[in-house]
């Protein structure tokens, strides 16, 4: 095994914390942006389709709350590198084995529990690096996001149309890899478990399962977006090629946004959650606007939605860990099962609604669910009160 550097700079460990989120959470990505190649080989609609992108999230739902506690126990350098592995295997699986659409469902749950392990794990070791800058390295932490839906809005036309969509899978079991080795290479094996305690999480759970169920309505919004507006676009008359950059110019913006804020929100005197609802709404707006199914619109309001509607979870993100150093990871594993409850639900029954309504109503009925999830973060960010000194129990 690689020995790791005894002490990495910040920016070592936050580049190896944010390529390993990219690596994760991009089979998932792909789904929504590979929907109209991976749909036409299988013979599916969209309402079957919705369970590609939301299996991946189920899975992380069942697994979400177990493997942030499995986290503060055997530390975040041994999850982290065990779920990428898994991911590799899966992707692996897709691009050579998935001969039907369900096997293809199945292998992305195994990469949705990977993801949903990676992702606590990796708040744990953020919140426990003694960063100068946390809300900085969180805010690239989450830019790893819209950074594979970027990536997987650029897989239509570079490899989806090329090559084939399956040769996507290939490459993001190879970027898996690389991340791996390079968290075995910059990451210390320290757990809880060697400390002899088990931190928790400081918020009170109630607040945290309020924080969950806004947050899965958030996400239903972020999940529905990422799904169909590929495929949105294509309805709306522009082609396959220009509707996966569109995808890709959503995410771009996504990530200049929450790196703008990123840069800020160390000295941000607002409470967190409450900024996240206040840009939820404005995002909400831009869902709405994809109603009107026109190229210009559709351009102009994917920006908006994307822009404002995804950046919620630099805020929030934040603010659970501000609130619960030491417990990161447990915490995270209460409030990220109502992401992955949101994101799994998203894809799943707007695909329902655009087969019995079309994607203008479906779009106002993201919107909406949206605002709810704003207005529940708006109402509990009192609650999520910053600490410095953690509880042990």
């Known amino acids: 095994m690689l020995q790791p550097l005894s002490d990495p700079p910040p920016s070592v460990l936050i580049s190896a914390a944010v390529f390993a989120t990219v690596t994760t959470i991009l089979p998932g990505f792909l789904v929504g942006a590979l929907s109209v190649q991976v749909a036409d080989e299988f013979g599916v609609t969209e309402a079957t389709y919705g369970w590609g992108l939301g299996g991946f999230f189920l899975s992380a739902t069942l697994g979400s709350k177990v493997l942030g506690g499995v986290a503060q126990r055997v530390g975040p350098r041994r999850q982290v590198v065990a779920s990428l592995a898994a991911s590799v295997v899966a992707q692996l699986f897709i691009a050579a084995l998935a001969s039907s659409f369900w096997l293809f469902v199945g292998a992305l749950a195994v990469t949705g529990l990977a993801n ?63 991340a791996a080795l390079n968290i075995l290479r910059v990451v210390q094996p320290i757990g809880a478990m060697e400390r002899g305690v088990v931190p928790q999480p400081r918020t009170e759970r109630r607040t945290l399962v309020m924080a969950s169920a806004g947050l899965g309505c958030m996400a239903f919004a972020a999940g529905a977006l990422n799904a169909w507006i590929v495929s949105s676009g294509v309805d709306a008359g522009i082609d396959e090629a220009r ?47 994809l ?94 009160v910053a600490s410095s000194e953690p509880d042990i129990v």
Do not use: H
């Not at 996504?254 to 959650?273: N, Y």
């Open 291 to 384: 109603a009107i199914s026109t190229p210009v619109v559709a351009v102009l309001s994917t920006i908006l939605a994307f822009g404002a509607g995804w950046v919620w979870p630099v805020f929030t993100n934040f603010g659970i860990v501000t609130a619960n150093r030491e417990a990161a990871a447990a915490a995270s594993g209460i409030t990220q099962t109502g992401v992955y409850i949101g994101v799994f639900a998203g894809p799943l029954l707007s695909g329902i609604l655009i087969e019995a309504v079309g994607y203008s109503s479906m779009w106002l009925v993201t919107a909406a669910v949206m605002v709810a999830g704003a207005s529940i973060s708006m109402a509990i960010a009192p609650r999520m």
């Open 116 to 178: 949903s392990a990676n992702q606590s794990a990796i708040n744990l070791l953020l919140s426990t690096a003694k960063l100068p800058r946390l809300g900085l390295a969180i805010a690239l932490k989450q830019s790893g996001m819209p950074a594979a839906s970027l990536l997987g809005g650029l897989a239509v036309p570079v490899i989806a149309l090329t090559v084939g969509w399956r040769w996507a899978y290939v490459i993001g079991a190879v970027a898996a890899t690389l």
């Open 243 to 289: 509707a996966g950059l569109l995808l890709s110019l959503g995410a771009g913006f996504g990530i200049a946004i929450r790196l703008a804020i990123g840069f800020r929100i160390d000295r941000i005197a607002a409470r967190p959650f409450r900024l996240a609802g206040i840009f939820s709404m404005v995002g909400a707006l831009g869902i709405a606007l």
